[in-house]
Structure formats: C-alpha cells, structure tokens
C-alpha cells in the first residue's frame, strides 16, 4: 500500500531552507525562515540562557514526566509576562506547549472538539502554517481582509465587514505583534474596536503571540492580549519563546485560555488536558525550566531583557538600512514603508517571478510571496542585496 503514496510538496519556508542549504554560491542571502541572526549571520544562544541551561543542569534533581499542563513554575512566569495583572488567575489557565505552533494545534483541536461547527477566521494575508493547522484538527478557516490597497496599514473596516459574516462562537486568529507576513499591526484603538465588535458579535478570539519583545517592547507588544483581559473578554493566547528566547530548537509555548468567569474554569482545563493528553502527552522540560529560571531571577531576566532590546533594536536598524540602500539603487523612497513596520518580516512588494530571478540569478532567497525576514539581513550585505532587488523590479 505504502508504494501509492505520492511525494508531498516541500514546505513554502521550510523547504526554502533546504533549498539554501545546497546552494554553493558562497554570496548567497537567505531571508526565508523565520529566525533571528546577528550581523555575522548566525542565530546566537542569549548570555541570558546560557547562564540559566547551567545552573538548571546543576540543579535538576530528576527526568521524571512532567503533568500534563506542563512545568507550573513556567507556565506562572509565562502568563504574568504577557498579560501582568490583567488576567486573574481564577478565570484563566495557561498550559504549556510544544513552540507557539504547539499552542496553536491544542487550541484548534479544543476548539474542533467543543465547538465543531465553527469556523477560524485567518488574516489574509497569515503565516502559511494557520490554515494547515486548523485543517489538520477539522476545523475549517475562511479569511478576513486585513491590509489596505497599498499594504502600508490595516484596514479596520474591510477586516470587521468580512467577520460580520462569521457565526456566533466562530474563531478569529489575531497576530498579537509584528504581523506575520506583512509586519503591519493593529493599533491601540483598532484593539479596543475590536474588543467590542467580539463582544457584540459572540466571536472567540485567538491570539498569536509569536513575536513578544521584537515590536515595541514586551509590554507595548502585549497591549492587545492584556486589552482582551482587561475587558473580561473570553479569548485564547498561543506564545512562543522561539524569537525572544532565542531558544527555536527547544520548543518552548504556552496556550492560554480567559474566561468570562471563574466557574467555566475547571471544565475548561479538563478539556484541554484531554486535547494535550492524545496529541503530545505532556510537554518537554528543558526548555521550560530555563525560561522559568531566567523570568524567576532578577540579574538573568534583566541581562536577558537587554539581550532582547539588541535583537529587536538590530532588526529596526536593517529597516532603515535597507530603506536607505533601496533609495540609493532606484532613486525613490519606494520601500521607506519598511521603516514603520514592526518585527522580523515585510513584504518586498515583489512577484513571484521576481522572487524567482533574485534566487536563480543572485542567490538571494525569499518566499515567493514576497515575504522578506529583515533579521537576516546585515548592513555588509546589503548593497548587493538592494542592487540585486533593483536590477528585478
């Protein structure tokens, strides 16, 4: 039976990855995937962590299995990180996960198993993973228009008359921060109007978190899960400490779920236990005890919070940079909307065609959507990177 299955295409990031990995042309660029690197190109291990990882691996008293809902340390650290004090424990539980995409598949598969007739509602543009891990759980997506005409903001009106078509306990996915493809975000106000239109509406709100700390800062990044908390709103957050941490390989999230009241509580949580209990069992402790421990210490969380102000402050930099150089190679200020956005990612505004001229003619590597990771550029690379750009456009 197995000789009739056929080969699956490659992952559109992913497999772009492997694509660059075998490429030998030495000046080669690689802006697909989504990770962190310094000047030099390399995605480091933060101080912070290393120092954490060494005195948890001189201390960890056992293998055993954690519970279920994971390290209780971390998950506690966690929820205060992104929500402070607006969420109360008793109308909350925060469990961990594998990654942010971890959160993610336990969230669509609580969801397919209490509300199976919903619907998740994807920002168009999203991260190319959102809809396959809503169809790998049974839940079917539709999309909401998010940008304007000219993808320089986010059109409010477009992205609510779309959702007035979504039914009552339907799911709608928000990036938190640093939207992923388009690094364009809601504003405090578009939060706010938000709040109310789920409220009105009885729709679910899910929000991405993948990204807390690489926008404006951790607190700024957090305005929009801690609005939600503040209004007493039922809604679901996946974080991830992949960017953050810096710590990608170690899979490290956490799924979040806010209720009306503390009486669904307890319900809630035996649910999810069972849609993490079939799926992954319980969760990997590594990476967990070193968050927990760096978010626990005051020296390490202040070292790891000036690490993180690096990497966030590197990534504005090449925003400015690249505008700078694109301005330089084709005379207008064409990309200076590169500089208001926020995060690892913008889109170039290129085609496919031109996405396929800068790898097979420059070596530079992009997903075809035109999506480019700007925390992979480098300012001694980017003359190249803007004259190969202008020379496709």
Known sequence: MLEKISVAPPDPILGLTDAFRKDTRPEKINLGVGIYQDETGRTPVLASVKRAEHLAWQEEPTKEYLGIGGDPLFTERIRDLVFGETLPANRSVTMQAPGGTGALRIAADFLHQQFPQATAWLSQPTWANHPAIFAAAGVPSRDYGYLTADS??????????????????????????????????????????????????????????????????????????????????????????????????????????????????????????????????????????????????????????????????RIRDMRDLFAAEMQLAIGTNRFDFIRQQRGMFSFAGLTPAQVDRLRDEHAIYMVRSGRMNVAGMCAATLPRLAQAIASVL
Not at 259 to 277: G, Y
């Open 152 to 313: 320089r903001a986010v059109d409010l009106n477009k992205m609510m008359d779309n959702l007035r078509e979504a039914r009552e306990g339907d799911v709608v996915l928000l990036h938190g921060c640093c939207h992923n493809p388009s690094g364009v975000d809601l504003t405090g106000d578009q939060w706010h109007t938000l709040a109310d239109f789920f409220r009105k509406h009885r729709l679910l709100p899910l929000i991405d978190l993948a990204y807390q700390g690489f926008g404006d800062g951790l607190e700024p990044d957090a305005i929009g899960a801690r609005h939600f908390a503040q209004q007493g709103l039922e809604f679901f957050t996946a974080a991830s400490c992949s960017k953050n941490f810096g710590i990608y390989r170690e899979r490290v999230g956490a799924l979040t779920i806010a209720t009306e009241s503390a009486s669904s509580i307890e319900a809630v949580t035996s649910q999810v236990k069972v849609a993490v209990r079939c799926n992954f069992s319980n969760p990997p402790a590594h990476g967990a005890a070193v968050v927990a421990r760096v978010l626990g210490d005051s020296l390490l969380r202040q070292l790891w919070t000036q690490e993180l102000d690096t990497m966030r402050g």
